[in-house]
């Protein structure tokens, strides 16, 4: 099959597709040309981004038409892309608003992510793979501005006239700290 990518996940539909909208998507999903299709496919192919996914059949209709979810197994990229083309040309001219995530994982290690729907808004993330480093030496993942700030916490520090177990910090590092991780 060549690059393979796999899926799990799924978004809802609301309300749920009626049978002939669910008809249609699946047509739409295996780009087949019928007279249902043909204009959603003009319009796609008209719009800023006119390419369809080089790829069919990979969104499938459950739940009685309340759920969008890829096909099982070995898969192929295209799903975020379907996603928002039927979104702008299919589901949201019709009424229809999807929630829900789902996530992928290619052949490649670091070819992993979700793809997030609100509101027939689609964001894909990717997931971010930190190598910590062996356990006889570890290189923990944290980010330079939080290092830094953490840095000029433990430097402000100073107990002078304080007992053994108290140690008083600039609270201007405090707060500086506290942006950063409302950042994060």
């Known amino acids: 099959m060549g690059y393979s990518v796999y899926y799990t996940g799924e978004v809802s539909v609301t309300p749920p597709l009626s049978k002939e909208h669910t008809a249609t998507l699946m047509e739409l999903s295996k780009s087949e040309r019928t007279d249902a299709t043909n204009p959603i496919l003009a319009a796609i192919s008209a719009s800023a981004e006119p390419d369809l996914p080089g790829y069919g059949g990979l969104l499938e209709v459950a739940g009685e038409g309340s759920l969008i979810v890829p096909e099982e197994g070995e898969s192929r990229h295209g799903v975020?892309?379907?996603?928002?083309?039927?979104?702008?040309?299919?589901?949201?001219?019709?009424?229809?608003?999807?929630?829900?995530?789902?996530?992928?994982?290619?052949?490649?290690?670091?070819?992993?992510?979700?793809?997030?729907?609100?509101?027939?808004?689609?964001?894909?993330?990717?997931?971010?793979?930190?190598?910590?480093?062996?356990?006889?030496?570890?290189?923990?993942?944290?980010?330079?501005?939080?290092?830094?700030?953490?840095?000029?916490?433990?430097?402000?520090?100073?107990?002078?006239?304080?007992?053994?177990?108290?140690?008083?910090?600039?609270?201007?590092?405090?707060?500086?700290?506290?942006?950063?991780?409302?950042?994060?």
């Open 80 to 184: 975020r892309l379907w996603l928002r083309l039927l979104i702008e040309h299919f589901f949201g001219p019709l009424g229809y608003v999807l929630e829900g995530e789902i996530e992928w994982t290619g052949d490649d290690p670091e070819d992993r992510g979700c793809i997030f729907v609100s509101n027939n808004l689609v964001e894909a993330v990717d997931d971010l793979i930190a190598n910590s480093g062996p356990s006889w030496s570890p290189n923990h993942y944290i980010d330079d501005s939080l290092k830094v700030r953490l840095r000029a916490l433990v430097d402000s520090a100073d107990d002078t006239g304080c007992s053994p177990d108290l140690t008083v910090v600039s609270a201007k590092e405090v707060e500086a700290l506290r942006a950063a991780l409302q950042m994060l």
